[in-house]
């Protein structure tokens, strides 16, 4: 799924959207219900009973004596709290007009299956326990949840003032950190890669060897070039001699996880801190995706706090927290 300015809130709903469905149900049919409207029992059950059956089914021993007695009412108390905020989710959605087009469900599914391939697709809800409808539940309650969230912060506005005051109190969010422009050759043997390290700190066309002898097929066309990299996202053995090169240099044999490296750090950029001038859409977007998160957190709050809950058997509604809590 797409990231969404709204994430934190999704994080918190997205689960049980798969098989929500209101009823307005007496309290006899419902298990919970949520200023009125019933939360259908059957729906609430079938929700915990397949998380607990994904439990089990990765640890029997989970759900026995009172350690299985305590995951047994913390999942009725999650799943409860998920179906409530999608009850006040969906009620607020219909109190602003907001309404999702008529194919946006259809549509987000098939480009979900053209992603990962319709086999795997199915074999991942499958998993899950999910049937094709829960999992367009679950879609059609995430799209709800950022139409409402647009609606909400439209009138949002960030001019570059307020950006460039941001970008001055929170500098740290914009500090660009080492980085090196780096190319390898990979081999298979200790040997292979003396020889080839031997020849390319003679100054041999360091691309050039790349290109005739590399492992690495991704980028053996491109000279064994790997672009910039960061701290913490290559094999530590690999990244202790990239960064300890200078530009130009060339390194001995590097033993990492899949081979044997010969590396050269082509360039070096320091950690820095950009001027405002260099990040102005960056720092709009980042106050913008700021201000809207906290303007929808404090209307999900005001929610919550007015919401009239009843989830006896599972716990009490806390609306200072939007959470159903040990009684």
């Known amino acids: 799924m797409p990231d969404s300015l709204f994430t934190l809130f999704k994080a918190g709903v997205a689960l049980a959207l798969s098989v929500l469905l209101l009823a307005l149900a007496g309290c006899s049919g419902s298990a919970i219900t949520v200023n009125g409207n019933g939360i259908e029992r059957a729906r609430f059950q079938r929700e915990v009973n397949r998380r607990l059956s994904m439990v089990q089914k990765d640890d029997p021993g989970e759900l026995k004596g009172s350690r299985g007695e305590k995951l047994k009412a913390s999942t009725k108390r ?15 959605a219909r109190k602003l007009g907001v309404a999702l087009p008529v194919d946006a469900v259809n549509r987000k599914v098939e480009d979900e299956q053209r992603k990962v391939g319709s086999d795997r697709f199915f074999s991942d809800l499958g998993k899950q326990k999910l049937t094709l409808e829960d999992y367009k539940r679950k879609v059609k309650g995430e799209l709800l949840v950022d139409a409402l969230g647009q609606k909400v912060c439209a009138e949002v506005i960030v001019s570059r ?113 950009p001027p405002f001038s260099e990040v102005v859409p960056e720092a709009m977007k980042m106050l913008d995706s700021r201000k809207k998160e906290e303007i929808f957190s404090d209307f999900l709050r005001t929610i919550y706090a007015n919401a009239i809950v009843e989830a006896d058997g599972v716990g009490k509604w806390d609306p200072r927290i939007g959470m159903v809590v040990e009684r």
């Not at 999650?78 to 607020?92: C, F, N, S, W």
Request: proline residues 1%; charged residues 30%.
């Open 78 to 92: 999650e799943v409860a709290t998920e179906m409530i905020k999608r009850v006040l989710v969906d009620a607020q």
């Open 161 to 273: 003032d307020d950006a460039e005051s941001f970008y001055l109190t929170h500098k740290r969010l914009f500090t660009r950190n080492v980085m090196v422009h780096v190319a390898h050759i990979l081999l298979d043997t200790q040997g292979e890669a003396d020889a080839v390290a031997a020849d390319a700190r003679r100054g041999e066309d360091f691309s050039r060897i790349a290109k005739q002898v590399s492992k690495d097929n991704a980028t053996r066309v491109n000279g064994g070039d790997l672009g910039w990299i960061e701290k913490g996202t290559m094999d530590p053995m690999f990244e202790k001699a990239a960064f300890s090169l200078k530009s130009g240099e060339v390194s001995g044999v590097v033993q990492a996880s899949d081979g044997f490296h010969v590396i050269k750090t082509l360039e070096r950029r320091e950690a820095s801190t």
